[in-house]
Each structure stands twice: as C-alpha cells, then as structure tokens.
C-alpha cells in the first residue's frame, strides 16, 4: 500500500486539499476539541495579551515547537 507519513493516498489528497497559502508560507487547518475551562482560560490569556484565541495559540505551540527543537536538535 503507497503511503508518506503513514497516511493512504486518498488521505494524502484530502492532506494536500486542506492547505492554505498564507503569504509565503503554507497552512494547514486543523480542529481541535478543547475542554469548555481550557477555552476560558485561553481567552482571558488571550484578551490580557490583547491578541485572539487564535493567535495565542499559534504563538504557543510555535514556541513550544521551538523549544523541543533547541533540545533535540537531530528529531524532527
């Protein structure tokens, strides 16, 4: 069975069919199921910074990606 990243063909093209250019970099939406206190409390974080829900978001995953590649450098 032809697979990349473990993914079917069939999902490889739904994959490719959920990305977006966003500039010049590629995005790729996703949906996530978040518990109700989680949302809150990414709100009240989100509205002190003065930034949306989304935004704090892609800001702390992106830094948390960062800091596991500063200490595992080779994984990726």
Known sequence: MGTKNGLS???????????????????????????AWAINE????????????????KTWLIDKIDSLNSKHPNVS
């Open 42 to 57: 990414l709100d009240k974080e989100s509205s002190r910074r003065g930034i949306t829900r989304q935004a704090l978001i």
């Open 9 to 35: 063909k069939v999902e490889m093209q739904q994959d490719e069919e959920t990305m977006l250019r966003n500039g010049s970099e590629w995005t790729k939406r996703v949906n996530v199921d978040i518990p």
